[in-house]
Nanobody, 118 residues
Framework: QVQLVESGGGTVQAGGSLRLSCAASRTSSINRMAWFRQAPGKEREWVASVTWSTGSTNYPDSVKGRFTISRDNAKNTVYLQMNSLKPEDTAVYYC????????????WGQGTQVTVSS
């Protein structure tokens, strides 16, 4: 079992920045980590992902150029740097981890609220 603990959410004005952190209890079995978000009344949306071993990253068009995912192998931590935030980025942000043997994400954090005011 892998525990994921997110931190760093909060309230920021439009155009501002926030950095989210996600600490994993262990990463030996983890192939990929990602951030998702879910706004009220909307489906969960993938925001960014990183391959743990190589650092290779992927983003949807909605955040490309504004969000950056990174990882610190020594700290078993993944980060999401969010710049140029917009009110539509308001959501609960979740960290997730996927094992080498999995297609879907196996482990999820508790979520952290990000609110962007206009």
């Amino acid at each position: 079992q892998v525990q994921l603990v997110e931190s760093g959410g909060g309230t920021v004005q439009a155009g501002g920045s926030l950095r989210l952190s996600c600490a994993a209890s262990r990463t030996s079995s983890i192939n990929r980590m990602a951030w998702f978000r879910q706004a009220p009344g909307k489906e969960r949306e993938w925001v960014a992902s990183v391959t743990w071993s190589t650092g290779s990253t992927n983003y949807p068009d909605s955040v490309k150029g504004r969000f950056t995912i990174s990882r610190d192998n020594a700290k078993n931590t993944v980060y999401l740097q969010m710049n140029s935030l917009k009110p539509e980025d308001t959501a609960v942000y979740y960290c997730a981890a996927r094992k080498f043997s999995s297609v879907n994400y196996d482990y999820w954090g508790q979520g952290t609220q990000v609110t962007v005011s206009s």
